[in-house]
């Protein structure tokens, strides 16, 4: 049985969406973080 083509496209689409998504959020809590963290 083969999934249809638009199921395939959907997946990946969401999967870039929460990829882009976890990256701003790791760049953003590393800049907000790194004083406490490696204050130096």
Do not use: Q, T
Request: no cysteine.
């Amino acid at each position: 049985m083969r999934e249809p083509v638009y199921f395939k496209k959907w997946v990946i689409f969401w999967r870039e969406i929460l990829l882009a998504r976890a990256r701003l959020f790791y760049l953003f809590f590393k800049d907000f973080l790194e004083p406490f963290l490696g204050g130096s």
